[in-house]
């Protein structure tokens, strides 16, 4: 049965935090991501695939209320009808329900002691029932402890029950999470949150009990007669279907089918009552998609060269990064041999994929050392077909938010990271949504002496590029970057003191306008969001690069003006209070993540700081109607010592 805590007099009021984990992906993402993940994680080493089900199923409503039921006085119905939910409030729990049940197979199910307390190493079923924010994961894929987060958000309920069985002894157990705020029923104040499972004293367990366990199967047609975990999701949302959830396989795992780690079956059976709908996602369906996605052909041809099914000349091993100024690790000419270049050279000329496989040590905070490599991927783009496609993939996991860098026209960039020395560094350094590699969240863990391979991967393709194609891609002007940024730079600001006056001219005088040159390198970047209703500034990428390259101190004040466009008129100059106006908060919304805070807001102008890369400032709420013009300048102190 369901149990939720009462608030005590010393515990604080909140909410979960799936809102801020995962605001910038769809649910289906964010329950394929974490799922898939999840379960790839669990993977019996004694099998080469994990299969994953997703199958959409018509529940009774009568069969949702006999798992209702709690050990108050109140039923799970009657905490998610209560009035302080505000957006979390669910009405109609006791009604008919779509289910998503997700299931997986060929992994080892949650292993690990079921008490609460017991801190006898990594414990699987601890960090999945009992802990939110922790994870007990040394290595994998994910590390954040957010997946029943994810899990119970995926419901109109925020709920959802789960039934394991264990590889390390058989055992078969029941439990079930609801995430919820802060609430009350009556007098009775409540802390939010509840689980399913047995009261056994002054301990809270799974419910083992066999009768109740076949029960569970049969009323939700699950079949659970090897190990792995069997998840039920009761009135899923209305945005993750068969059509969403099949995009999102494709689209984060296509990588795992594609090398045959992964084999996932989506089935609805409400379609037809004759004949289910079933969509088959494994090494030989996925050939299919290729002939219409670029990004999934150019990574076909990736894989073939690393397991050397492709043209074996092309990919190159042995090269070596030249971490004697960890500030700035690089692979240059010196890397590989003069005979290999002039071959690897000669390829990527003539349009065709070239891969290297750049090997690197790890240093741990212990001195310890660890050899490990990335695999590196680039074709040109010849005929000017400058597609910009890229992936960097970390162990199966696509960190989609990563940019290459590179400015020059090109058709397909990849990083494979999936040697376990590299991967769980870089593991360390995501954001829980896993789209974004931080230097800072990097440093934070000190499990590492120091950053220098992470830095490396942020700037090893603009590096690459520049060694096949012979040109220095820093000099080219950035222009026409990414058709969804919008933005006007200005030089970035220094804030030293002037001083005494330089004669126009002088040698002086040209070092300075040298200098400035120089800091035309933007540390920001403006982004327009999805519904075009607002825009978002973040670092650009390999900012902490920069930072450290131009000897600038943190923190670094930003400078953001809009305006609506208006034809032939500066907007800035002709801007009105009757457009928008920032400090009304309820017309234009602003929100700071991370490492940013908005220090003032008034009219069209919006200043903040931030103190890292790991920073996002969110503007919403203008006219979508309306073309929106945006600039930004940035300003900040240099280190001591150094020219301004």
Not at 94 to 111: C, M, R, Y
Not at 146 to 153: D, F, Y
Request: aromatic share 10%.
């Amino acid at each position: 049965m369901w149990s939720f805590v009462e608030l005590g007099p010393e515990d604080q009021i909140e909410k979960p935090k799936l809102d801020e984990f995962f605001n910038a992906q769809s649910p289906a993402t964010s329950l394929v991501r974490e799922s898939i993940q999840n379960s790839l994680d669990a993977k019996d080493n004694n099998r080469k695939t994990v299969e994953v089900h997703f199958t959409f199923r018509r529940v009774d409503r009568k069969i949702l209320v006999k798992y209702s039921h709690s050990y108050d006085d109140f039923a799970l119905p009657s905490h998610l009808q209560s009035n302080e939910l505000g957006n979390y409030r669910f009405p109609d729990f006791e009604s008919d329900s779509t289910a998503l049940i997700v299931e997986d197979f060929n992994t080892q199910g949650l292993t690990g002691s079921t008490e609460k307390l017991n801190t006898d190493g990594p414990n699987n079923f601890r960090g999945f029932w009992w802990q939110v924010g922790i994870s007990e994961k040394t290595k994998g894929l994910g590390s954040h402890g957010v997946g029943k987060t994810t899990l119970s958000g995926s419901s109109q309920a925020y709920s959802f029950l789960a039934l394991t069985r264990r590889l390390d002894d058989d055992r078969q157990l029941l439990i079930g999470f609801s995430n919820l705020p802060y609430h009350m029923i009556e007098s009775n104040h409540y802390r939010g949150y509840g689980r399913y499972g047995a009261r056994n004293g002054l301990s809270f367990d799974p419910i083992e009990e066999a009768s109740t366990i076949q029960q569970f199967q049969e009323d939700f047609k699950i079949t659970r007669n090897q190990p792995g975990l069997s998840i039920v999701i009761p009135h899923v949302h209305n945005e993750i279907d068969i059509k969403s959830v099949h995009e999102s396989v494709v689209q984060d795992y296509y990588i795992a089918i594609m090398n045959g780690s992964l084999f996932v079956k989506i089935t609805d059976e409400q379609k037809d009552e004759q004949k289910d709908e079933q969509i088959i996602l494994s090494q030989d369906t996925i050939k299919d998609y290729a002939d219409d996605d670029p990004m999934l052909k150019f990574s076909a041809e990736a894989l073939a060269l690393k397991n050397g099914n492709g043209d074996r000349r092309r990919f190159f091993l042995g090269v070596e990064v030249d971490f004697s100024d960890q500030q700035r690790p690089k692979i240059n000419k010196s890397s590989i041999s003069e005979a290999n270049l002039d071959l690897a050279k000669s390829f990527f000329a003539n349009g065709d994929m070239v891969g290297m496989q750049v090997s690197m040590p790890i240093e741990h905070a212990d001195n310890s050392i660890e050899n490990s490599f990335v695999d590196l991927f680039l074709k040109s783009a010849p005929d000017t077909q400058n597609k910009r496609i890229s992936q960097f993939v970390r162990n199966n996991i696509i960190v989609s938010k990563e940019k290459t860098g590179i400015i020059s026209p090109y058709s397909f960039a990849m990083l494979i990271a999936d040697d376990p020395a590299i991967s769980n560094l870089l593991r360390l350094s995501e954001e829980p949504s896993h789209t974004n590699w931080y230097l800072g969240r990097l440093r934070k863990e000190k499990q590492y002496a120091n950053d220098t391979p992470l830095r490396f991967v942020k700037i090893c393709f603009k590096q690459l590029y520049n060694i096949l194609s012979g040109v220095d891609d820093e000099e080219k002007e950035i222009s026409g970057f990414a058709s969804d940024i919008f933005w006007i730079d200005e030089p970035s600001k220094s804030k030293g003191k002037k001083k005494g006056s330089r004669k126009k001219g002088s040698k002086q005088s040209q070092e300075d306008s040298d200098d400035v040159a120089r800091r035309r390198k933007p540390l920001v970047h403006i982004q327009k969001t999805p519904d075009e209703k607002g825009f978002s500034v973040q670092a650009v990428n390999g900012l902490d690069e920069i930072i450290a390259e131009e000897e600038i101190n943190y923190p670094i004040t930003c400078t953001v003006q809009a305006a609506y466009d208006i034809p032939g008129k500066n907007g800035f100059t002709n801007y009105s209070s009757y457009d928008f106006d920032f400090s009304k908060r309820r017309q234009i919304q602003i929100e700071s993540q991370g490492h940013g805070t908005v220090v003032e807001a008034q009219g069209n102008r919006i200043i903040f700081q931030f103190e890292s890369s790991d920073f996002i400032v969110n503007v919403n709420g203008f006219d979508g109607i309306r073309d929106l013009r945006v600039k930004c300048s940035t300003s900040h102190e240099d280190v001591e010592g150094s020219t301004t």
